[in-house]
């Protein structure tokens, strides 16, 4: 198995274990406090992290603003999603809308990054979409135009 | 009212603010969603090429930071309509989700140190409600439904084929 591989499965698994654990807060507390709180724990990480590994000094300036855009563009669209939900937009439709990022994201990287897909990652790619989609839909939840 | 079609310049631009206004504001908000996490994925891999997962995590956190000023400013305007009985619980989920949401975004990243594509990464990754769907089965008992079952077969061949 590729190095990448194991890491972005890591990934998907603690990213799993979120959906339970963000259900279990936004069941007792507004979805504002516990994406405060959410934001603590990242300050709380990133003191250990400071801890314990050495950060790289130096960093050029592309790479700076990359990442901190990174920290922004991920905050925000967590921000966003909520704001679609209170909106008024139905969690089935809103949840699987949003679940197409990474469409985005394919498109963006063959376009500007030049990356390249085999025949076989590009039907993954879309296989992963469709799951994607379909594991958000809540059990008899009917999608209505 | 529906939009009214026009071919003078002047009821042109009308129209379209008309039409914008008309689009329902959770449809915006998705998009915008879309549009902000589809982005994150394209600048995590430019990052990827210069910086180490554990100070990227340094940066990414300094950049949810502006968010989180105004977030907090918002919990204490809502401070007095907020219930209190079960939020140290509350506050403890939340805690822990940003905890493993931390440690999955250094895994992420890992990922696109390690010489994964974007374009595959951010797929697979986006896979993850299948762990969700499944702690729900095992964990809180909750019954699935067929298409989420088909999903979470559809997800294995994904993972299958993006790792090909």
């Known amino acids: ?145 | 009212m529906p939009p009214v079609c026009s071919a003078g310049h002047e009821r042109g631009p009308v129209n379209a603010t008309n039409r914008w206004k008309s689009t329902p504001r959770w449809l915006l908000w998705s998009l915008l969603t879309i549009v902000l996490w589809g982005t994150w994925g394209l600048v995590s891999k430019v990052a990827s090429a210069g910086v180490d997962a554990y100070s990227n995590q340094l940066l990414y956190t300094a950049g949810i930071l502006p968010l989180m000023v105004f977030v907090a400013w918002t919990v204490h305007r809502n401070k007095a309509a907020e219930k209190r009985e079960h939020r140290t619980a509350g506050v403890f989920w939340a805690f822990l989700t940003g905890i493993l949401g931390g440690v999955g975004n250094i895994a992420f990243f890992e990922a696109l140190v390690k010489g994964g594509n974007a374009s595959v990464v951010a797929p697979v990754t986006a896979l993850f409600p299948m762990v969700t769907v499944l702690l729900a089965l095992v964990v809180l008992r909750e019954r699935l439904g067929r298409v989420q079952w088909l999903g979470l077969g559809l997800a294995f061949v994904a993972i299958y084929l993006l790792s090909a």
Do not use: D
Not at chain 1, 33 to 55: H, I, N, T
Not at chain 1, 106 to 123: D, I
């Open chain 1, 1 to 145: 198995m590729h190095a990448w591989l194991g890491f972005a499965i890591l990934a998907l698994v603690l990213w799993g274990i979120t959906g339970v654990t963000q259900k279990l807060s936004t069941n007792r507390i507004s979805s504002e406090r516990s994406f405060l709180w959410f934001c603590w724990a990242m300050v709380a990480l990133s003191g250990l992290v400071l801890l314990l590994v050495r950060p790289h000094s130096a960093l050029g300036i592309v790479v700076v603003l990359c990442s901190v855009a990174g920290g922004a563009l991920n905050g925000l669209g967590a921000w966003t999603s909520f704001r679609a939900l209170e909106s008024g937009g139905k969690a089935s439709i809103v949840i699987s809308l949003i679940s197409l990022y990474p469409l985005l994201t394919v498109v963006l990287a063959v376009l500007l990054l030049h990356e390249r897909l085999t025949w076989m990652q590009s039907a993954g790619a879309v296989t992963a979409i469709a799951a994607a989609i379909l594991l958000s839909l809540e059990p008899n939840s009917k999608v209505e135009p």
